[in-house]
């Protein structure tokens, strides 16, 4: 059918989008605009999932604030008008909620399916209402493990709107899973349509597999070839435009003036920014990659920001990124340093709080400025000493509401965590008299080669090097281990390789800057193959992102000069579900630089056992000096050994304070925040039902047998779907055949092959979504042996939908909710009518004669049918009065407790509470307005009655 501007249709995918119109034709597509849901849809015209919109005479029309039944219907240019009551019209008029069943009509008309497909059907829409209701919707088939802290960070940043935050947790926590969480569940509620995430080159591609493999969510690599090869096609299109999920290198994107306008121009929902800490800014300059980001969080809704060391740059660093969130909170550098200065001494009064311990005269003093705006809080203290054990809780919660970076910073620590494995450093110290003089200055030479930025080329033969031996050894002592090697560069990894080839029998694996992100890939994953490399030989670009923890030996063949850089190399192997310890291998020849470097992290910073929090300060006050009795230690000039030592001991006393000046301050506000905010278990409890619910599976497998998928069971909640017999092509996942899939969490965390099965999986949904905007099962007639003589019953399903913007997310109150209604013949109400199971049985085997019920359904059917949609208005305005009590139960309470902080917190923007007070209004504007649409229905009749 030709589609024509003005006309209505139908998403037969997601008809709780109401009637869309058509506004546009290009070439081969047409766009539809679904005015009240807010959403602009282009469809290919060959292959729309689309209905046209027709009603028929009688039925009845809403439009231009009136309504009234159809009895007359025109046509003019390709447009629809109706006629009734000395009404007209015209289909571009009418309101987007109309009734568009055609379910009596078949039953009607003895078009009728197997009364037990009627059953699955009403069973599917109220699976369906009920996942959609969960705060699990859209994570359910995630390959997550289900971790306490990242669930929390997840559920508390997808439910800010928008979700600006810096998830900060240390390195192997899990940041880009908690990352795809939020976008998961912001995609999957509607919240989010468009989302760009920004990561250097050496991630993109990681994060491409990751967002997909883990969170099924498909997103596109962008990169200048690909936005040229748009440009020869079309040269005035933004490119950024064609694609609703893009993930674009940043390093790329910042130096390229014309692209970076471009993607400021295509509109995104959501920016999320991969290493953070990369973009630099000082009050008298702005990095290009800074300036970029910047100018999106402007006027992007939603903003991500993800780094392990949230203080890289210092704390004007810390501030510059705190100022993208939130650019009226954070505006001045100087006020956020003495604030921060100020989190040490609320760190200890709050000690003292948690263990219940008496205030001093100054702790009281300094509570009361805190507290100064809030008489109850006031008289709460002064009561503190008399009721210590009572008061304390409510104290500490209120120091947490007042925290100036705790409602945009998540960071989450080991030691707050738990349950890592022990670093073990397996040092080795060669003999230094055993180098010869051209030996120790090219080791002087790679030491300064390292130390600078950007690491100067230094000529280098590893073939006749005196570490050589070392590291051959360690590969044979270790053979039946993976050893993640990693060192500053390039040029070190090719030599490294060119030596090794020729001296160890070992399997190797590259992992470089100058080899393409598919090459890399595919090197990390033949790493990760049991059967594959053994040896990883890694530069400094794999230490940031790359999670290779199937692995616990790390060789440090070198050590890079910044405290944080060396963490993040030990991150690849010391992260959340690491099983062994990590065993550290390093070497260094005494009386060398790298000796020196190598005691100055062990003794001075215990960086190769613990994650230390200051390595950014430490490297700050004590680089200098580190190279520089590093030089004498290896020229052997005055008592290096001497001065080291002491430098060794300033460093360890230094470590030791700014380690409890960092316990005492902002570590301990922001862990008491975590751990008070982990008492909302909403998002862990639906996860942990749903992959309790064995129901569950067996529907999802009764689902794809309606399509002629085949199941067999190869292990415990493990099948394999055979598409064989697949009846329909509409069903996408399987073009490849049959296809092995899980219903266990566990499995599918082992198994990255097996898709985890749930209603939110696109395999699953895809099938849900196709049994639903089909006809079957909407219509059926069941001999019911059980009933009385001579009766009959009609059973109803309505949909309760509620068209509105889909950034409200008003399926967490009111899905579209199946409402069930019965009507006997006396049109009295039989909610408590459930059918015969041995009826059902024997329909199943046999169906009835629908034809022969024709008369007896023209009778009967018509007068019911209006009783069971009295029935379901009266069962839907509850169901509206119980979603209208619950949205203003949840956003009355965030309202009021934004409210609440705004007084005594500065980070809560005015704008986010008035935010809230226009979704509440919208909310009862758009579920007041909800109806029910007759989807499925079920003549019921006696034995006697089917006989005659």
């Known amino acids: 059918m030709a589609y024509i501007p003005g006309q209505r249709w139908i998403s037969n995918a997601e008809p709780e989008l109401g009637l869309g119109t058509v506004v546009r034709l290009d070439g081969r597509t047409v766009q539809i605009l679904f005015a009240t ?60 909620t109309q009734p568009m069943s055609r379910a009596d009509e078949r039953l009607l008309s003895a078009r009728v399916d197997a009364p037990h497909r009627f059953e699955f059907r009403l069973a599917a829409l109220r699976r369906r209402a009920a996942a959609l209701r969960s705060p699990a919707w859209g994570l359910a088939s995630a390959r997550i493990d289900l971790i306490a802290h990242q669930l929390r960070v997840a559920g508390i940043v997808a439910a800010r709107q928008p979700p600006r935050a810096l998830l900060a947790d240390e390195v192997g926590l899990g940041k880009t899973i908690e990352a795809g969480m939020v976008l998961a569940r912001q995609l999957a509620s509607g919240r989010a349509a468009r989302v760009l995430v920004l990561a250097p080159a050496s991630l993109t591609a990681q994060w491409l597999v990751e967002l997909l493999r883990r969170f099924n969510l498909p997103f596109a690599l962008f990169d200048a070839e690909r936005c040229e090869a748009i440009a020869i096609s079309d040269p005035a299109r933004n490119p950024f435009e064609d694609e609703q999920c893009v993930i674009a290198d940043i390093g790329w994107l910042a130096h390229d003036p014309g692209r970076a306008a471009q993607v400021g121009a295509a509109g995104w929902d959501i920016v999320v920014v991969d290493e953070a800490h990369h973009l630099e800014w000082s009050p008298q300059h702005r990095g290009p990659a800074y300036a970029l980001v910047e100018q999106l969080a402007a006027h992007v809704p939603g903003l991500i920001l993800l780094t392990a060391t949230p203080q890289q740059l210092g704390r004007s660093g810390h501030f510059a990124r705190l100022r993208l969130l939130d650019p009226a909170r954070y505006t001045d550098l100087d006020a956020f340093i003495a604030e921060s200065d100020d989190y040490t001494r609320l760190s200890a009064v709050a000690e003292r709080l948690l263990a219940a311990q008496p205030l001093d005269a100054a702790d009281h003093a300094f509570l009361a400025t805190r507290f100064a705006n809030d008489d109850e809080l006031a008289d709460l203290l002064a009561r503190y000493d008399a009721a210590r054990g009572e008061l304390a809780s409510t104290l500490i919660d209120a120091l947490i509401d007042r925290h100036g970076t705790g409602r945009v910073m998540f960071r989450n620590r080991r030691a707050q965590i738990g349950g890592f494995p022990r670093r073990v450093a397996c040092l080795d110290l060669l003999d230094g008299d055993n180098l010869d003089e051209a030996q120790r200055e ?30 051959l050894a360690l590969i044979e002592r270790h053979a039946g281990d993976k050893l993640l090697l990693i060192c500053r560069t390039q040029a070190k990894v090719l030599a490294l390789e060119e030596a ?45 992102g790359r999670n290779f923890q199937f692995a616990h030996r790390l060789v440090l063949w070198d050590l890079p000069h910044d405290p944080d850089l060396l963490e993040q190399r030990i991150g690849r192997l010391d992260r959340i579900g690491q099983r062994h310890d990590i065993q550290i291998h390093a070497a260094a020849f005494a009386g060398t630089a790298q000796h020196a470097l190598l005691r100055w992290y062990v003794e001075g910073l215990d960086a190769l056992a613990t994650s230390p929090a200051d390595g950014r300060e430490i490297l700050r006050r004590f680089g200098a000096m580190l190279h520089e009795l590093a030089e004498q230690h290896a020229r052997g000039g005055g008592d290096p050994d001497a001065e080291l030592d002491a430098l060794i001991g300033e460093t360890a006393a230094a470590h030791r304070e700014l380690s409890a000046l960092v316990q005492r301050g902002r570590d301990r506000l922001l862990e008491l925040a975590s751990e008070r905010e982990a008492r909302d278990q909403a998002l862990a409890d639906a996860l942990r039902a749903q992959d309790a619910d064995a129901d569950n599976d067996a529907f999802i497998l009764e689902l794809f047998e309606e399509f002629g998928i085949d199941s067999e069971e190869t292990a415990p909640r493990c099948v394999v779907l055979d598409p064989e017999y697949l009846s329909t092509d509409g069903l996408a996942g399987f073009k490849d055949g049959p296809q092995q899939v899980t219903f266990d969490r566990a499995v599918a965390l082992a198994r990255e092959e097996l898709p985890l099965l749930r209603l939110d999986h696109p395999l699953v949904h895809g099938a849900l979504d196709l049994l639903l905007e089909s006809e079957q099962g909407n219509a059926a007639i069941l001999v019911d042996a059980a009933l009385p ?44 009518y459930v059918a015969d199971p041995a009826s059902l049985v ?15 359904l023209a009778k009967l059917v018509p007068p019911m049918l209006g009783a069971c949609e009295t029935e379901a208005r009266r069962l839907a305005a509850s169901e509206i009065g119980a979603a209208l009590t619950a949205s203003e139960r949840e956003l009355g309470a965030q309202r009021a407790r934004l409210a609440a902080l705004a007084k005594v917190n500065p980070a809560v923007r005015s704008d986010e509470i008035t935010a809230v007070e226009a979704e509440l209004d919208a909310l009862r504007a758009a579920l007041a307005a909800a109806a029910p649409r007759l989807d499925a229905v079920r003549f019921v009749c006696s034995s006697d009655l089917a006989a005659r």
């Open 442 to 471: 090219h080791l002087l030479a790679e030491f300064h080669a390292d130390a600078q930025e950007q690491s100067a080329p230094v000529e280098l033969d590893y073939a006749a090097d005196p570490r050589l031996p070392w590291l």
């Open 842 to 856: 024997r329909a199943r085997e046999q169906a009835p004669d629908a034809a022969r019920y024709r008369p007896l």
């Open 500 to 544: 090794l080839r020729t001296r160890s029998g070992a399997r190797l694996a590259r992992f470089h800057e100058g080899m393409s992100i598919m090459q890399r890939d595919r090197n990390a994953a033949f790493f990760a193959d049991p059967a594959g490399a053994r040896v990883l030989l890694c530069s400094e670009i794999g230490s940031e």
């Open 37 to 96: 849901a807010g959403v602009l849809r282009r469809y290919a015209t060959h292959a729309a999932p689309l209905t046209r919109a027709q009603f028929r005479i009688g039925q009845k029309i809403s439009g231009q604030k009136q309504s009234f039944a159809v009895e007359r219907i025109s046509e003019a240019g390709g447009l629809i008008t109706y006629h009734g009551a000395e009404r007209t019209l015209v289909e571009a008029e009418l309101d987007d």
């Open 789 to 832: 003589p001579r009766s009959a019953l009609l059973e109803c399903v309505f949909v309760l939908e509620c068209v509105a913007d889909r950034s409200l997310e008003v399926g967490r109150f009111l899905p579209p909710l199946p409402i069930r209604s019965v009507v006997d013949t006396r049109l009295t109400p039989r909610a408590d």
